[in-house]
């Protein structure tokens, strides 16, 4: 006969100050042991986690071993492209320097041709962004004074990272950034093994010197075989797929790929869905909807972050144009000044003898791609009300309206709650600071 009893039965246990390979050890036990962690730990820390890695887990291939141990990789003085293909990963998760709250001026930059003629675009890039800063300081600080009772300091802070939004489309996109990825050591393994086939050599370095790092901090874990047929298979698929293949896409369009008969299922669930809350993840089995829009290369790497939905990466080119919006920021004479820069800029970097790939890193920020999104319901709903508040960056937010309102117009009960007010500037973008308390 079994016995039941109504006394609480678990135990709740958190250990998070062991190292990765240790946590993956206690973690792979489970799975042959069931006794308690707790007796496991002392054991543990005598054998170590060498062996055991290199045997169950590289040496007989229990990638899911990989998943328990977890590390941090703090890449520096890296290009934003690569910074972009480092985030290019379901899985990723991490942070990067902000182009809208920090100032660039002072920031490296990769020159893989490393031409003079190569070099000097970059250069100019670099002395818009500069100068245009100042410009547009002095302009904000005339529409938008510091008004009585309003913190200098803050209003300040407001003003600059306005500043920053408008001419981070100035800076080109060699332009290198900082990027932290926490990763587990499976993940890292795996999207290095695509990084060192990556069609850009900064990513090929990149990827070897995070492999060589790892190797060193965890020889047990990433001492993986590498095999030619694998290798040649890595190299034909990051060749073809690292880039999506160029269209020019030139407004706003949407497919459905909804099963929306079977949705009505779950009607309820759809039309009471309160604002702030995320839809349950099993209404992504009912399909997706594709999206296509032309946006600045600034505003798709914010929309890169939102990886519950597939976004192919966009190779970055002058044919669809500089993003109007940017030139509407600026002082209208200077605006015409900065127009024919762009415009003469542009055509320098046609002329550079280089491939598609490497000519963006001579392409500033402001200049459209077209991007395509395969985006399950849930995903859609999240990202066009996320991204449709106030202090999202202007270029993104008609973005995020138009998806909410087309997925009204497909599923006309479905409560939406995306943010259509006007943009406008905002004093609480001061207040978005990370800051030491006072003592």
């Keep these: 006969?079994?016995?039941?009893?109504?006394?609480?039965?678990?135990?709740?246990?958190?250990?998070?100050?062991?190292?990765?390979?240790?946590?993956?050890?206690?973690?792979?036990?489970?799975?042959?042991?069931?006794?308690?962690?707790?007796?496991?730990?002392?054991?543990?820390?005598?054998a170590g986690p060498g062996k055991f890695m290199a045997r169950y887990y590289v040496g007989y291939g229990h990638k899911s071993i990989g998943d328990c141990g977890t590390t941090t990789i703090f890449s520096e003085q890296i290009s934003i492209l690569a910074a972009k293909v480092i985030q290019d990963w379901p899985l990723y998760n991490g942070q990067e320097s902000s182009t809208r709250y920090l100032d660039f001026s002072k920031m490296e930059i990769v020159n893989p041709i490393g031409t003079k003629a190569a070099g000097k675009i970059q250069e100019k890039w670099m002395k818009i962004y500069n100068e245009s800063l100042e410009v547009v300081k002095a302009h904000l600080k005339q529409q938008h004074p510091c008004a009585e009772g309003e913190n200098p300091s803050t209003h300040e802070k407001a003003i600059n990272a306005?500043?920053?939004?408008?001419?981070?489309?100035?800076?080109?996109?060699?332009?290198?950034?900082?990027?932290?990825?926490?990763?587990?050591?499976?993940?890292?393994?795996?999207?290095?093994?695509?990084?060192?086939?990556?069609?850009?050599?900064?990513?090929?370095?990149?990827?070897?010197?995070?492999?060589?790092?790892?190797?060193?901090?965890?020889?047990?874990?990433?001492?993986?075989?590498?095999?030619?047929?694998?290798?040649?298979?890595?190299?034909?698929?990051?060749?073809?797929?690292?880039?999506?293949?160029?269209?020019?896409?030139?407004?706003?369009?949407?497919?459905?790929?909804?099963?929306?008969?079977?949705?009505?299922?779950?009607?309820?669930?759809?039309?009471?869905?309160p604002k702030m809350t995320e839809l349950p993840h099993q209404i992504r089995s009912y399909g997706d909807v594709v999206f296509e829009f032309p946006i600045d290369f600034?505003?798709?790497?914010?929309?890169?972050?939102?990886?519950?939905?597939?976004?192919?990466?966009?190779?970055?080119?002058?044919?669809?144009?500089?993003?109007?919006?940017?030139?509407?920021?600026?002082?209208?004479?200077?605006?015409?000044?900065?127009?024919?820069?762009?415009?003469?800029?542009?055509?320098?970097?046609?002329?550079?003898?280089?491939?598609?790939?490497?000519?963006?890193?001579?392409?500033a920020m402001g200049f459209q791609v077209g991007l395509t999104i395969y985006s399950p319901l849930p995903s859609a709903i999240y990202i066009s009300e996320l991204r449709s508040g106030p202090m999202v960056h202007p270029t993104i937010r008609p973005i995020a309206q138009m998806m909410s309102d087309s997925l009204k117009k497909l599923i006309p009960y479905l409560a939406t709650h995306a943010d259509h007010s006007p943009d406008a500037f905002m004093l609480k973008r001061g207040l978005q600071d990370i800051v030491e308390k006072a003592k």
């Design 298 to 363: 600034g505003s798709y790497r914010d929309l890169q972050r939102h990886r519950s939905a597939v976004m192919p990466m966009p190779l970055l080119t002058t044919k669809i144009g500089f993003h109007p919006w940017y030139l509407e920021q600026f002082p209208k004479e200077y605006a015409k000044k900065i127009k024919a820069e762009i415009q003469g800029l542009a055509k320098e970097i046609q002329a550079l003898k280089c491939s598609d790939f490497d000519r963006q890193y001579y392409i």
């Design 1 to 46: 006969m079994t016995k039941t009893t109504k006394s609480k039965l678990h135990d709740i246990i958190i250990i998070d100050d062991l190292p990765p390979e240790d946590i993956a050890m206690l973690q792979a036990l489970y799975s042959r042991d069931p006794g308690k962690v707790k007796d496991k730990i002392a054991k543990v820390k005598e």
């Design 162 to 273: 306005r500043a920053f939004d408008i001419c981070r489309s100035l800076l080109p996109a060699g332009v290198t950034t900082m990027v932290a990825w926490h990763t587990n050591l499976r993940q890292s393994a795996d999207h290095l093994k695509n990084m060192r086939h990556h069609p850009l050599n900064e990513i090929k370095e990149i990827a070897e010197d995070i492999t060589e790092s790892l190797k060193e901090k965890y020889p047990n874990s990433f001492s993986h075989e590498k095999f030619d047929t694998e290798e040649k298979y890595m190299k034909l698929h990051q060749y073809e797929l690292s880039y999506a293949p160029y269209k020019k896409i030139t407004s706003f369009k949407y497919t459905s790929r909804l099963d929306l008969a079977g949705l009505k299922k779950y009607k309820n669930i759809l039309s009471e869905r």
